[in-house]
Antibody, heavy 119, light 110 residues
Framework: QVQLVESGGGLVKPGGSLRLSCVAS????????MTWIRQAPGRGLEWVSY????????KYADSVKGRFTISRDNAKNSLYLQMNSLRAEDTAVYHC????????????WGQGTLVTVSS | QSALTQPASVSGSPGQSITISCTGT?????????VSWYQHHPGKAPKLMIS???NRPSGVSNRFSGSKSGNTASLTISGLQAEDEADYYC??????????FGGGTKLTVL
């Protein structure tokens, strides 16, 4: 069965950096788009970024563009999110999610990892 | 781009039917048949309930159905059960090749 397990969350000061990881299993990782989606406390879901199956194309929400970088290692079945210049408003649970084969439409999600940006 | 518009809450009694709406624009909901619905129990991974407006993934109860008219998509849950109590989110692909979510709807089973 499809499993997505995130890690790397934690407490970081404003302006700091953090790298999230997501390990996938139960499917051919290299065949699918992968996506990061976040949920701030008391708020709804917000799409953050996605990356094409080959890794050759990425897209970002305006709120994180220039600060976050999505990447993947298909040999390790792993997805990453490098987050720099973190702000208080980036505080959220970050979910890794599987997209489709040719569009980033999400089907399976991980449980998420909490990122808290606070001094 | 603003979030898709969903009612903040809906409620119904066991056995009843409820419908949750999701309103966007011609750049997202109205422009594609790529509307998805997710069920989210807090602390758990969200679960896909409907894809491509009205496609029910394997294993999802046939009490869940989706539809779309113009810029508004809808999720209908019939024969409400206590286990359906959760947050529900719609999502759509957009003309900017991004994804957009609704603000979420809290379903209470009375």
């Amino acid at each position: 069965q499809v499993q997505l397990v995130e890690s790397g969350g934690g407490l970081v000061k404003p302006g700091g950096s953090l790298r999230l990881s997501c390990v996938a299993s139960g499917f051919t990782f290299s065949d699918y788009y992968m996506t990061w989606i976040r949920q701030a406390p008391g708020r709804g879901l917000e799409w953050v970024s996605y990356i094409r199956s080959s890794g050759g194309y990425t897209k970002y929400a305006d709120s994180v563009k220039g600060r976050f970088t999505i990447s993947r290692d298909n040999a390790k079945n792993s997805l990453y999110l490098q987050m720099n210049s973190l702000r208080a408003e980036d505080t959220a649970v970050y979910h890794c999610a599987r997209g489709g084969g040719w569009l980033p439409l999400v089907d399976y999600w991980g449980q998420g990892t909490l990122v808290t940006v606070s001094s | 781009q603003s979030a898709l518009t969903q009612p903040a809450s809906v409620s119904g009694s066991p056995g009843q039917s409820i419908t949750i709406s999701c309103t966007g624009t011609s750049s997202d909901v109205g422009g594609f048949n790529y509307v998805s619905w997710y069920q989210h129990h807090p602390g758990k991974a969200p679960k896909l309930m409907i894809s491509d407006v009205n496609n029910r993934p394997s294993g999802v109860s046939n009490r869940f159905s989706g539809s779309k008219s113009g810029n508004t998509a809808s999720l209908t849950i019939s024969g409400l059960q206590a286990e359906d109590e959760a947050d529900y989110y719609c999502s759509s692909y957009t003309t900017s090749t991004t994804l957009i979510f609704g603000g979420g709807t809290k379903l209470t089973v009375l």
